[in-house]
């Protein structure tokens, strides 16, 4: 079973086709074998014209009644309508943009078709449906996978590849080669591996597919737990004792001046935390809270109490505005504590660098916020206890314990304002203890969302003049860097270009994104930050970013493209200050499920709930938006329906790490070794 080889060896894909597949990352024998189907049609199910109920999808075998002449609407528009009837009744088949479908059906001759049904304007009728001639009636009423598409490629001419793959791969239902023991398979009942993948692509009825996709989905999951339970193992092996860090009156003292009083979340974090640093063990804590919780304070009382048991504490956040933002919020409650602060990014002089990494080498400074500057060779610390990483899930998933192998056993905190779904957070933090900061700060005003369409376009803008003409800042996101003649959708540079001329006159604007260099990146920024730019156009770039509390609107273009999740990300970066906050999300979707997003970012700012919704809208495949480092994507498993797999995987693997089998032991080793070279971790 060779899955390396080239996707062009398999017969039908062309240098053209070879590109196509590209785009569903697909470059090899095993990534076809492997690009799974997202649902299936279910053929099987043959229905009557007389008793069709809208919006169900049938198979139907009928005759073609008429056959009416190709209207053209317009330009890129052209209808097709045949008349089909059986015995019960007639039914209206549309088709759009397909005139050569004409020639295919033949007047009085029997079809089987299937799609599904709608409501026409006078009557039922079904759209696009399949068809093939009722001579191939056993062969069209079946089970069929259905596949993620691109442009290009068809259902069937996917199907016909996949079949191929398989082939070219060796992969039948006799297939007796299985990465996986027998041992393994037997004690969680799990099928072979080459009837599992046969089956997944062409089961023959559904009762067939459970077993199958059980099987593929546990090994998933079960590679990514032996691969957390091993990261586990290498931080607990470094030393069975954490630093005992004890109480102080600096806490007492840091506390009682701070200008708002802890909430009862953030205190029973607080106490968590606490408890970890005073029992001898090594802390390896996850906080979780929705943007503006409070996680900031939480990580400063960590580092008060490192510092004061005569240790030293890091902080390393993603980005050097954000660990800018983090040194200069954070020093102001050390300084008046006596505590020395210091702070690390790749942008600092080399005389300057120097300077910093003497002073922590040496002990002066106690407190050191950073980027991945903090993690490069040469920084030394004189005594490390405690080590904090912000927005973990963009960093590596062995990045956190490269920062805390300075010290033998330093205490490890994780902090992400992205919200996570208690099933998702075991995958992505499965080594850690997760505590979760569940409400905001009293006072806070909630941010205001409305979701418009294009018609409200010029009112919005026009109010988000009004507003940076007194003084309000206000973002406006886009889901595209450049113009897409494939996508109808805003693009940031063009309406950079076009909004500022038509409704920002002698307003200061600026345009951000990804392809820009790091340093012009913060520039503008920090000139938002300043006041000096008024309205921010940009991509996701900012989706987590810097706190600037006189920025008061949110507009997102074509938000229908982002993620729940991602949106309440964006939603987070106004509501900042005392000002109300509003965010406008522009809807260009039509879909039900479009609607319905929409209406729970309207109805909702709680990131949780929110977040919850789209892991079940959508699956964990595209929860973050993108493949997180360090983390596998899923190609079978969902996390929201394969909860008991995954606590089976769980256990699994904790049994596999203790075993004395030495195929079971050989295969859980496997599993890292192939997982650490894949993922570089």
Not at 514 to 537: R, T
């Amino acid at each position: 079973m060779d899955l390396n080889k080239p996707v062009t060896c398999i017969k039908g894909v062309s240098e053209a086709r070879e590109k196509l597949l590209a785009n569903l990352g697909v470059h090899t024998v095993g990534d076809l074998c492997k690009l799974y189907p997202r649902t299936y049609e279910d053929r099987s199910n043959l229905s009557e014209i007389a008793w069709l109920v809208p919006d169900t999808e049938v198979s139907l075998v009928a005759r073609v009644a008429s056959i009416s002449p190709v209207q053209r609407i317009r330009k890129n528009l052209n209808i097709l309508k045949v008349l089909i009837a059986d015995d019960t009744g007639t039914l209206s088949v549309v088709y759009y943009n397909q005139p050569y479908i004409k020639q295919s059906l033949s007047l009085g001759k029997e079809y089987c078709f299937y799609g599904k049904v709608t409501r026409g304007y006078r009557a039922l009728e079904m759209v696009n449906p399949a068809f093939a001639p009722a001579t191939q009636k056993k062969e069209f009423q079946r089970l069929l996978p259905v596949y993620p598409l691109t442009k290009g490629l068809s259902q069937n001419v996917l199907r016909k590849l996949v079949a191929q793959a398989l082939v070219t791969a060796g992969i039948t239902n006799k297939m007796q080669e299985d990465d996986m023991p027998e041992t393994i398979r037997d004690k969680y009942a799990l099928m072979p591996l080459g009837p599992a993948i046969n089956t997944v692509h062409f089961p023959k009825d559904m009762s067939m597919l459970t077993p199958a996709r059980r099987r593929l989905a546990f090994q998933e999951l079960l590679d990514m737990a032996i691969m957390l339970s091993s990261i586990k193992s290498s931080s607990e092996d470094t030393s069975k004792h954490g630093i005992v860090m004890g109480k102080t009156p600096l806490i007492d003292k840091l506390i009682s001046g701070l200008p708002f009083q802890l909430s009862q979340p953030q205190e029973k974090v607080w106490a968590e935390i606490q408890r970890d640093m005073e029992s001898g063990r090594i802390m390896n804590r996850l906080v979780m809270g929705d943007v503006g919780s409070g996680k900031t304070i939480i990580a400063v009382l960590a580092m008060v109490k490192a510092i004061a048991a005569g240790y030293q504490a890091a902080f390393m956040a993603p980005t050097e505005i954000l660990a800018e933002q983090h040194f200069g919020n954070i020093q102001k409650y050390m300084e008046p504590l006596g505590i020395k602060v210091g702070l690390l990014t790749g942008s600092l002089t080399a005389s300057a660098k120097k300077d910093v990494l003497n002073r922590l080498k040496s002990g002066e400074i106690q407190c050191v916020i950073g980027t991945h500057a903090l993690i490069q060779k040469g920084v030394e610390f004189n005594r490390p206890g405690l080590v904090i990483t912000d927005e973990q899930h963009r960093f590596g998933v062995r990045q956190r314990s490269v920062l805390s192998s300075y010290g033998e056993n330093c205490h490890v905190l994780v902090m992400t304002a992205t919200p996570i779904p208690r099933t998702l957070a075991l995958i992505l933090y499965g080594d850690l203890d997760i505590s979760t900061i569940t409400a905001l700060p009293a006072g806070r005003l909630p941010i205001r969302t409305y979701g418009v369409d294009e018609s409200y376009r010029d009112r919005v803008y026009t109010w988000a003049r009004k507003l940076a003409d007194q003084g309000q800042q206000i973002y406006i996101v886009h889901p595209l860097i450049e113009e897409n003649e494939e996508l109808d959708l805003s693009s940031a540079e063009k309406n950079f270009t076009e909004a500022s001329a038509k409704y920002f006159t002698g307003i200061p604007t600026a345009l951000v994104h990804g392809k820009m260099k790091a340093k012009d990146k913060d520039a503008i920024m920090k000139d938002f930050s300043a006041g000096k730019i008024s309205v921010l156009f940009s991509t996701t770039v900012i989706e987590v970013g810097v706190d600037v509390a006189n920025a008061t609107l949110m507009i997102v273009e074509n938000a229908e493209r982002f993620g729940l999740a991602q949106l309440h990300q964006l939603r987070g970066r106004v509501g900042r200050g005392n000002l109300q906050s509003h965010c406008v999300l522009f809807n260009q979707g039509n879909g039900e499920l479009t609607k319905q997003r929409i209406d729970i970012m309207v109805k909702s700012n709680d990131g949780f709930e929110i977040a919850q919704k789209d892991l079940d809208l959508r699956g964990p495949g595209e929860f973050f938006g993108t493949a997180q480092h360090g983390i596998p994507t899923f190609k079978i498993a969902n996390l929201y329906e394969d909860t008991a797999i995954l606590q089976e995987a769980l256990s699994c693997a904790e049994w596999i790490k203790g075993s004395k089998d030495p195929e079971v032991k050989a295969y859980g080793d496997k599993v890292v070794s192939e997982l650490e070279s894949k993922l570089s971790l």
